[in-house]
């Protein structure tokens, strides 16, 4: 982009226009992933849909390469863009909750933390996510799960309608009454088909909830996941609780005994009787005696800021994820070895539940092509040392190879790392992805937001 572009640019914006000569320039382009290093020509600070909607024109009518950024926690760095244009959307952050209807009319710049502290408020929240630092937009776009979605099925399913800026410039609500077959798309097709500046959510009756924290030394990994396995999809949809290989952490909860030892575990959230959350958990010495068992009361604001200390922005991050609807032997023990083998101290792999709410939802009643799964998986190499990058990013690809034989296929597209094949998005999306080709082919026909897990339009 030449000076008078960039100075067009800046003219045409209410918003702030950062280029590389700018003082701001390194922090508009960090990302969460700080493995993540692209330079855009610009990135425009979008306060406002008429803001979005000029930037959209302007970077169409130049023939420059967009992204879209909300959060900015993309594993795979999708929300930048380099010699591009990044329209970064953090400025719209706020909710307006109408306790009444149960919604929350949410921007989309906003991070979850946003939308639990509003709804809580009220006694509310809806599914989404386990971190409060991570964006509403990105997260519901590609199908969204979190502690809530056994009770309460994935944050598509609770979307109500989405107002989006789409290439031509123009501004559309979505929603199933209007333009029913771009609503069906967002539902967890990405950000192939638009800007979307705000989301409308149903929300549920959720305020303190019981939080649990076990874990079990690493020699028993096989007989912890055999009783997991077993027990989670058959146990009441006010249970939750994800799987999860880690080194734990020097700190609270913890004993001091266990810090730093390689461990597996699940976290826990019941929205039952807060009060009775030990009784409902004590079935863990089913599995065998745990190192470490906690259970407490928590509000559910705090249980989603539970790992923001832990895992800052500015670690080093490589993802790769695979849906499954069994977890069998053999993948067990792959699971064990890596879980012996991980490389760094906050290095983990997540199993998180999809079924019970979920997977009562139609197949074809949404983009998200997984209804039948029962665990979302991710393999995550982190680290705070740019030194271990390769480490972590050989660590969780050796991992995934040796583990999505026994997979169903596909992931949860937010889950799917830099560098895969397009091949990758094509069985996330399953007998979904010509359909979704045509929805991309009737809003956005020139492609004009690719920078994504892309979905080409199609006749």
């Not at 649990?212 to 055999?226: N, S």
């Amino acid at each position: 982009m030449d000076g008078t572009t960039f100075e067009a640019m800046k003219a045409a914006l209410r918003g702030p226009v950062i280029g590389p000569q700018d003082q701001d320039y390194t922090e508009a382009r960090t990302l969460y992933n700080a493995m993540i290093d692209k330079r855009p020509a610009a990135v425009v600070r979008c306060m406002d849909a008429a803001d979005v909607m000029a930037a959209v024109n302007f970077v169409r009518d130049n023939g420059l390469e967009l992204a879209v950024r909300g959060g900015g926690h993309s594993g795979a760095g999708l929300c930048l863009v380099d010699d591009g244009v990044t329209i970064d959307l953090s400025p719209m952050r706020g909710v307006r909750v109408d306790p009444v209807a149960r919604t929350a009319r949410v921007a989309g710049g906003s991070q979850l933390g946003d939308l639990d502290h509003a709804a809580h408020g009220f006694g509310l929240a809806t599914p989404a996510g386990i971190m409060s630092t991570t964006g509403v937009g990105g997260l519901t776009l590609g199908g969204g799960h979190g502690y809530l979605t056994r009770k309460y099925g994935l944050t598509v399913d609770n979307l109500a309608s989405a107002d989006v800026v789409l290439a031509d410039g123009s501004f559309v609500t979505a929603s199933e009454d209007e333009n029913a077959d771009l609503f069906w798309a967002l539902r967890g097709g990405g950000g192939n088909f638009g800007v979307v500046t705000s989301f409308d959510f149903r929300l549920h009756p959720v305020d303190t909830v019981g939080m649990g924290i076990t874990v079990w030394p690493l020699d028993m990994i096989g007989e912890v996941l055999r009783w997991y396995r077993e027990f989670l999809p058959k146990a009441p949809e006010d249970v939750y609780g994800f799987f999860a290989s880690l080194v734990v952490p020097p700190g609270p909860p913890f004993p001091e005994e266990i810090h730093g030892q390689k461990m597996c575990g699940v976290v826990w959230c019941y929205t039952g009787d807060p009060g009775a959350v030990a009784d409902t958990l004590s079935v863990v010495d089913e599995a065998g005696p745990p190192a470490f068992h906690f259970t407490s009361p928590m509000p559910y604001p705090a249980l989603q800021t539970l790992f923001d200390e832990l895992i800052p922005k500015g670690l080093q991050w490589y993802w790769r994820g695979d849906f499954f609807d069994q977890i069998s032997d053999d993948a067990i023990d792959v699971h064990a070895r890596y879980a012996e083998s991980l490389p760094t101290n906050l290095s983990t792999m997540h199993l998180y539940p999809v079924d019970a709410a979920a997977g009562r939802v139609g197949q074809d009643d949404t983009a998200w092509a997984f209804r039948d799964a029962v665990w979302s998986g991710v393999i995550a190499g982190i680290d705070p040392d740019p030194a271990n990058a390769g480490a972590v990013t050989q660590w969780a690809v050796d991992y995934w190879d040796e583990l999505h034989p026994h997979s169903m296929g596909g992931a949860y597209v937010n889950f799917i790392g830099a560098g895969e094949s397009p091949e990758r998005v094509k069985s996330t999306y399953r007998d979904h992805f010509d359909r979704l080709g045509t929805v991309k082919k009737a809003y956005d026909p020139d492609n004009l937001f690719h920078a994504n897990q892309n979905i080409e339009p199609t006749a």
